[in-house]
């Protein structure tokens, strides 16, 4: 158990849909980092949050979109939801900003299925 | 822009023998070089990482890598195989922006560990 949580572990929608996602981190990290796997795409970062503030974005569609609350934890948003949406969602934290000096603890998953 | 490619996308090997996962790297930039496992269902940990210290890096269970730079290789082994080393592994590359940093993942290699 790597002490990140994310919720719902299944979620199953249509398309054109709007779903949230939900990741609480671990105590005391800061950072909160957002991921996709797909069959399609594989790995791919989305976006990353520092004490409340976008720090980097990756590969994330405009209909996406992210925040990070004052308690820490952390929404992903997808909306207009598309066939192709349908994957596994991580969400990872740490104590810093940085992944080279700071190790991400990965939580176990959101999966998303658009049908 | 920073790319990491891992050569075969299953190796299977069998119990005790030697495993060899390959991973090369291209960056602009002195690289951040990790290599993540992923067990079914689960989500990613941290195995090591390179981060310019030394070129050879021992990591979680049994597993090194090795960094050179001449073959921008970072390819991962391991002596002797267990089942329980039966996983996908990920190679990522990081290049910080100083006040942030992203992780990119090659395609992953799923390793198969037989009796």
Redesign the interface.
Known sequence: D?G?TQTPKHLITATGQRVTLRCSPRSGDLSV?WYQQSLDQ????LI?Y?NGEE??K?NILERFSAQQFPDLHSELNLSSLELGDSALY?C?SSVG?????Y??Y????TRLTVT | AQSVTQLGSHVSVSEGALVLLRCNYSSSVPP?L?WYVQYP??????LL?Y?SAATLVKGINGFEAEFKKSETSFHLTKPSAHMSDAAEY?CAV?V??G??????????TRLQVTL
């Open positions: 790597s990140v980092y594989g790995l791919q970062f990353q520092y720090r980097a990756g991580f990872a900003p940085t992944v080279s000096s190790e991400q990965f939580g176990p998953g | 951040y990790f269902n689960q989500g990613l940990q941290l990482k981060t990920f990081s910080n922006t006040t942030a940093s992203k992780l990119t993942f090659g395609t992953g």
